[in-house]
């Protein structure tokens, strides 16, 4: 079973280097985690995956890594400087600042009083000064997605690549967002990982389109060990979508503190692109967007037959890496009681998501001749490029396999004394049933290979 509390999951991540509290010895800051030795394979594995289902097995869609500092203008039409704020409320009592949408019968969290202020907007983006004097005139913000970079830069991959819709760019980059509660470990931050994809259709395709990558998005998230059955669909009312939605599907994931959005398939239709271009009035352009006078583009595409420009609907299929982590990390928990009476802690990775691959652990820690053939299988095991290998020279093999059972290991080898002095052979253990083979040196690598394939 996933872990039944979160308390368990920032436990391990902590004790094992996935993830750790920001600034911790100057007290920590809040909304803010960093990521461990194992934390950042598991978070670079994730963002891979993505990665691989979005751009690379796919023909349809560009890649992008735009800059976090964002021009003031482009956030403006965007609609974000107007819309981009969360209700919050003051404790007159113990002076702590909530969100008003996340109070219950309207009684502060912390002290439990009703003597509230009245709910104001308070906008979440950050802000930055600009050049060499901060005189409050020359600013940027720190991008609170990375989508309106993708939006602004449509022409460019369009002219570059002769991309025609359908077609899509992908992008995965840090977002900020100046949260006024953030809560519940990695699930809500300051500053955070996106997986964006805008995918460009036709005016009319929409629809299907939308309904194309919910269903994309649910075979993604299983083939990461996250199944459908821990998963809810939850159709977004007209009255809660985004200014910039026509239909939005949220992925609900049933994390350890309650069912709540993984990754949200929006419907965005022609209102980003139209908002940033210039001269609307000549373009078919169905959203109601803020008439654009700044920005010098057309983000539209021509129709070479009747000569008449369109501007794409897009659909947004948007998810965020920690939660993402966290969903993987919960899955992946268990603890299994054993046949002696004991039990063990397994966080059962698929292998494409396992932070260590393989564990090389040679018998005896000062032997010559067991260490230096495991460190020379270890680097050949590194070669394969299939992630990290790791040799831990520790002695104490019962304990290794524990550790690396709680961290994620699927295989470990031991060299032993077998291995130098009669056939050439190492014991591998599998991580999730515990069964030890003998398997030659030289049939190693084809074993590993075969064993990680999810």
């Not at 060499?132 to 369009?158: C, H, M, W």
């Not at 803020?290 to 057309?298: E, G, K």
Request: with cysteine; net charge negative; proline share 5%.
């Amino acid at each position: 079973m996933p872990a039944s509390t979160m308390e368990e999951l920032v436990a391990l991540a902590k004790r094992r280097g996935f993830i750790f509290q920001s600034s911790e010895i100057y007290g920590g800051l809040q909304g803010m985690y960093d990521y461990g030795p194992l934390g950042v394979e598991l978070k670079n594995n994730l963002k891979a995956a993505w990665w691989r289902a979005m751009v690379y097995e796919r023909d349809d869609v560009e890649g992008l890594d735009a800059a976090i500092l964002t021009l003031p203008t482009t956030l403006r039409y965007s609609g974000h400087e107007a819309t981009f704020t969360d209700p919050l409320v003051d404790c007159r009592n113990c002076k702590a600042r909530w969100r008003a949408d996340h109070l219950t019968d309207a009684k502060c969290p912390g002290c439990g009083s009703t003597d509230l202020t009245e709910p104001r907007d308070f906008n979440l983006m950050f802000k930055t000064s600009v050049g060499p004097v901060d005189d409050g005139t020359s600013f940027a913000y720190l991008r609170p997605e990375t989508a309106q970079a993708i939006f602004t830069n449509f022409k460019n991959v369009l002219d570059s690549t002769s991309r025609r819709p359908p077609f899509g760019i992908a992008q995965i980059g840090k977002a900020f967002r100046n949260e006024i509660t953030p809560r519940n470990f990695i699930f809500r931050v300051r500053e955070f990982e996106q997986m964006e994809l805008e995918f460009f259709v036709p005016p009319g395709d929409d629809e299907g389109w939308h309904e194309h990558w919910v269903e994309a998005r649910l075979d993604w998230w299983e083939a990461q060990g996250v199944p459908r059955s821990s998963l809810e669909l939850y159709h977004v009312p007209a009255d809660e979508l985004a200014h910039y939605s026509k239909a939005t599907v949220d992925v609900m994931y049933r994390f350890p503190h309650g069912v709540e959005e993984l990754e949200g398939i929006a419907n965005r239709t022609d209102f980003d692109l139209g908002s940033h271009t210039k001269n609307q009035d000549e373009l078919n352009i169905s959203a109601k967007v803020t008439n654009n006078t700044h920005s010098n583009a057309r983000l539209a595409v021509q129709d070479l037959q009747n000569k008449t420009w369109q501007v794409p609907y897009v659909i947004e299929p948007s998810a965020g890496v920690d939660r993402g982590v966290l969903a993987v990390l919960n899955e992946a928990y268990r603890v299994e009681q054993l046949d002696n009476g004991g039990e063990r802690t397994v966080l059962a990775f698929k292998p494409h998501l396992a932070p260590i691959k393989v564990a090389v652990l040679p018998l005896k820690k000062n032997h010559d001749g067991i260490v230096a053939r495991a460190k020379e299988i270890k680097q050949n095991l590194q070669k394969l490029g299939l992630g990290r290998i790791l040799y831990e020279n520790t002695g104490n093999i019962g304990k290794g396999y524990r550790r690396h059972d709680e961290v994620g290991t699927p295989l470990c080898v031991t060299v032993d004394f077998q291995t130098i002095e009669d056939d050439d052979t190492v014991t591998v253990r599998d991580r999730d049933t515990m069964a030890q083979e003998r398997v030659s040196v030289e049939a190693l690598a084809d074993y590993v290979r075969a064993r990680l394939a999810d």
